[in-house]
């Protein structure tokens, strides 16, 4: 598979798993899992046939480890992102001191007035380090990258959590706790 069927593939799953799973017939079990063999009938019976080894290309091969299988390997996830209501029963973890959000000079006024919102997600989205935050950031243009005092709202008993893939994910972090890097 090259790759840039494998980015058309990874974008119909990331569809699926975390957006509309009812628009090809799927309905995420508890955790976001879905059957791999309920799965990939789906996609074929809605144009996007996938084969069991391409899935597991995509899977071990995504950049950011956007799905899992779990340790059967019978059901597969989306590890983050979702819009559609799903507990993925993370469990809350201490956040390195500093983590940082990548976003666009558009969005900064409003950031600095009311700070980081889930917008259409479960959760605020934050990178771990500057690199991966600028990337994220750069999906909208020049990115501007705010650092994030991780340690500062654990102190003060906001929950955090770290999804399977790096990604640590928190409701909401409020303007005060916001700086620029
Ligand atoms: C911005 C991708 C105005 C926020 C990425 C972002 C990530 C505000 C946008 C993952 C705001 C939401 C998540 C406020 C936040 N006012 N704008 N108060 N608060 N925003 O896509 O973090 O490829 O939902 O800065 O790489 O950009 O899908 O979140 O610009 O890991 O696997 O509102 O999605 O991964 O955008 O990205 P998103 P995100 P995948």
């Not at 380090?129 to 999906?139: K, M, S």
């Not at 102190?155 to 959590?161: C, K, R, S």
């Amino acid at each position: 598979m090259d790759a840039k069927q494998a980015t058309r593939l990874s974008k119909f799953l990331s569809l699926h798993l975390r957006h509309t799973p009812a628009a090809i017939g799927l309905e995420l079990e508890e955790g976001g899992w879905v059957g791999v063999a309920e799965l990939l009938a789906a996609c074929a019976a809605h144009g996007t046939p996938i084969s069991p080894s391409e899935l597991t290309e995509i899977v071990t091969g995504s950049d950011k480890q956007r799905f899992a299988f779990d340790a059967t390997g019978t059901r597969i996830r989306a590890q983050q992102g979702h819009s559609v209501a799903v507990d993925l029963q993370l469990l809350p973890a201490v956040p390195p001191a500093i983590l940082y959000h990548g976003t666009a000079p558009a969005a900064l006024p409003a950031i600095r007035r009311e700070g980081l919102q889930k917008m259409n997600r479960h959760h605020v989205h934050l990178s771990p380090d500057a690199e991966t935050a600028r990337r994220v950031g750069a999906r909208r243009g020049q990115p501007i990258i705010l650092t994030v005092d991780a340690a500062a709202m654990h102190a003060a008993g906001i929950v955090f959590y770290e999804s399977g893939n790096g990604v640590w994910l928190v409701d909401a972090v409020p303007p005060q706790h916001l700086g620029e890097a």
